[in-house]
């Protein structure tokens, strides 16, 4: 396995470095997919967006879901 790094804002930088190894994980593990799928980035996040539609996700919730501390 190899390290890479990212550019990113300092902001999301200590957010990241914030979050337990747990965390951290399920976020490396998510780039990962991402990387491998062979769709585009848009059509990733489009069948997301469609899944989380079917499963009840509004955008009211979204935004309570992302304000939650």
Do not use: C, H, W
């Amino acid at each position: 396995m190899k390290t890479i790094t990212i550019e990113t804002t300092d902001e999301l930088a200590e957010r990241f470095a914030m979050l337990s190894e747990k965390e951290k994980r399920s976020f490396v593990d998510m780039i990962n997919l991402l990387l491998e799928d062979k769709r585009n980035l848009r059509q990733v996040m489009d069948d997301i967006s469609e899944y989380a539609q079917k499963q009840g996700m509004t955008p009211e919730l979204l935004e309570q879901l992302l304000n939650e501390k």
